[in-house]
């Protein structure tokens, strides 16, 4: 008939909404090829990585860390890789001007964060240094969770975890209770100036030596370390091998109690502080 159109097919839709279908389907795209990317890597990746850290015995801090390291690259790789599909490879292009200015900006806003990482450095090296460790730092004392790049992660003996700044540990005195595989334990006892101090001092070694899992080499020795306003202040000193601290502190109690009942057979008393 004449005058009259046909239409086939698909109404053409207007190019603005053509446009943004483009935009959604990129972001699909990208979306998409990073989480296969990211699982494929989490999944494969990192199982192989642990256990060739695993077979190779390296230790657990640096282990940990390598770890990250790959946990890291396989974010970087997939995202690089997913701009690239979707094609938004372009946006990783910086105009020089910007990225000096950036770098510049990122300086000066990440100079706290700069010195962690760097501090972070040199604690994984540190083979000194390592996840469960018993460390004692500005009057604060705890075993070591965890070490990342920028901080480290220390559980207290009241069961808190402390988030401690890397620069902090490498800035500042750090005692390691449990680098070397002796321990030195003291413990001091006050008691009246008019005493037998070497009866005193017999009851103090022979508490030590009553207990298997204190060393008798190093020997257990005692000394008289003050003599101030009618007491004196007696040390006793006695060697722990491998020591943990739930083990320091289960050997220190059971050798006070031992003390404490053997004064009190005695007739010894401790006066206050």
Do not use: C
């Amino acid at each position: 008939m004449a005058g009259v159109v046909l239409q086939t097919g698909v109404p053409e839709l207007p190019p603005e909404v053509g446009g943004y279908l483009d935009a959604l389907w990129s972001v699909a795209v990208f979306l998409g090829v990073f989480a296969v990317l990211y699982v494929l890597g989490r999944r494969v990746v990192e199982p192989v990585a642990r256990r060739t850290l695993a077979s190779k015995r390296i230790q657990r801090t640096a282990a940990n860390t390598a770890l990250k390291i790959v946990r890291l690259g396989v974010v970087v790789v997939a995202l690089r890789i997913a701009l690239d599909v979707a094609d938004y490879g372009y946006l990783l292009s910086i105009p020089p001007t910007l990225a000096a200015a950036l770098t510049v900006a990122i300086g000066f806003a990440s100079r706290d964060i700069a010195s962690n990482l760097v501090s972070g450095a040199f604690i994984v090296t540190d083979p000194k240094f390592n996840i469960g460790d018993w460390i004692q730092w500005k009057n604060r004392e705890g075993v070591i969770e965890d070490i990342s790049f920028r901080v480290t992660r220390v559980r207290t003996f009241d069961n808190e975890l402390v988030t401690v700044p890397n620069s902090e540990l490498a800035t500042n005195a750090v005692t390691n209770l449990v680098a070397k595989n002796r321990l030195r334990v003291r413990h001091s006892f006050h008691v009246a100036d008019d005493e037998d101090l070497g009866r005193v001092g017999s009851i103090l070694v022979a508490a030590a030596d009553a207990d298997d899992r204190i060393l008798d080499a190093p020997t257990p020795t005692v000394e008289v370390t003050e003599l101030d306003e009618g007491r004196a202040t007696v040390e006793a000193r006695y060697w722990v091998s491998n020591p943990t601290r739930e083990q320091v502190v289960e050997i220190r109690s059971a050798y006070l109690r031992r003390v404490t009942e053997q004064f009190g057979a005695e007739g010894i008393e401790l006066p206050p502080g």
